[in-house]
């Protein structure tokens, strides 16, 4: 393995405003926060307990010598847990920081730790919709303007907003962007796209397609187009495995610029082997259905008309009253490896780039062992692939850790490693050339 430094990354695009707040200023400010706000802390340490089933006693935190230790064992998220654990930890965040144009202290200070490092970095974060259309556009200017104020040669810190999947909501966040872009014009080069994230449970990309229309027809006219960024295959467990990485396909073919995390489409199969998914048939309906509209590509990438007929039979098989349990045995692994490799190639065709976070996916993805990770397979199969930390504060990690973690586990090369670099690099080059022309908002 190679043992090359540790320098090759040092930009990334994947990254959550909120979940990049360090430990060490999250617990400087807790206890003056947790009395301002606290109404919001009380709700975080009920929704703890639910959670975890362990109360904590934020005192401990503040009144022991060892608070620090005790305040990073209930923060920090750096084993393998459910993703309902990591939501109970990161409701800290948003209990201590509710969004507000007169409060810029958290982006202030991940800003701030992050411009010492350098490079570009992305930021996703929400507008809530809760905050009234005059507030949350002051908001934003002031966000895009902190982070303006932290722009250097070397670091350059870019927005993304995310948001809601909820249809009716993505739509008022949109007529919302477009509004405040129109209006203020300026701001638009600070905005690199728009996000989808939080649970994909019961949101199909399919359900966005008018949505994803819109924005593209827009980005047509517009000197500052929107790049649309969509979470999708990283909750896989409540589907089955061909039906998560279909999503992934699904997405791309909708205009999805950036796949987040995509773990579906290309994770090893063998990491449910023996356990059994169950699905609603409606999904697997919807599965045949496509297979059938992309018979002639699958079949040209190596998924035959032979597969397809085994996966029907045993759906009907596993199908009792609206459900279809899938049991991984070894046909089901081999008949959705061989379906996986088929969906890449259309993804590697389109030419949608994905966005992997290997930490944030052993520990949150439910990918326990790093040999089912995908990373691997999608640079094997001549995809596009950033690498990224997600929300690095929460995971007490940073870019030189992901590197690591992918030369020493995942086996990618230096090469390899240069090559996304350059990937995330062209991704912002224009953007920056973008802001530099225009004056401050
Ligand atoms: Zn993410």
Known sequence: MSQAPNNILTSECHLHLYGCLAKETLWELSESRSKTHDKR???????YEKATRQAINPKKWWDSDRGFDTFKNHFLCRESVPFEIFQA?????????????????????????HSKEGGYKEYRTFMPLYLAVPERKRYLQ?????????ETKAYHPRIAISFSRQDNEAWDNYAFLKDTLSECPDLAPWITGIDFCASERGHPPTEKRKLFHQILA??????????????????????????????????????VKRLGHALALGMNAEAVS???????TTETA???????????????????????AWLERRAHMSSHNDQVTWHYDKDLIENTTKFQTAAMEIVRRIGSIIESCPTSNLRIGAIK???????????????????????????????KHEETLARNILGITSEELTHSHELTESLFTSLVERAKLLPRC
Request: net charge negative.
């Open 369 to 399: 062992n790093p040999v089912h990770h995908p990373l691997r397979r999608f640079l094997d199969h001549g995809l596009s692939v950033t690498i990224a930390t997600d929300d690095p504060g929460i995971f007490d990690i940073d870019l």
């Open 286 to 308: 919807s599965h045949f259905a496509w297979l059938r509209r992309h018979r002639q590509v699958l079949h040209e990438s190596g998924y035959t008309p032979i597969d397809y």
């Open 142 to 150: 002031k966000l895009i303007e902190t982070a303006a104020s932290f």
């Open 89 to 113: 930890k990161f409701n800290l965040l948003i209990a201590l920081f509710p969004p507000t144009p007169d409060d810029m202290t958290m982006p202030e200070s991940v800003f701030k730790h």
């Open 218 to 255: 827009d980005n047509r006219d517009s000197p500052n187009p929107l790049e649309i960024l969509y979470h999708v295959g990283e909750m896989w467990q409540d589907i089955a495995i061909h039906s998560a990485a279909r999503w992934c396909v699904e997405a791309s073919e909708l205009g």
């Open 41 to 47: 802390f009380q709700w975080y340490l009920a929704e």
């Open 274 to 280: 023996g356990r059994s998914i169950s699905e609603s």
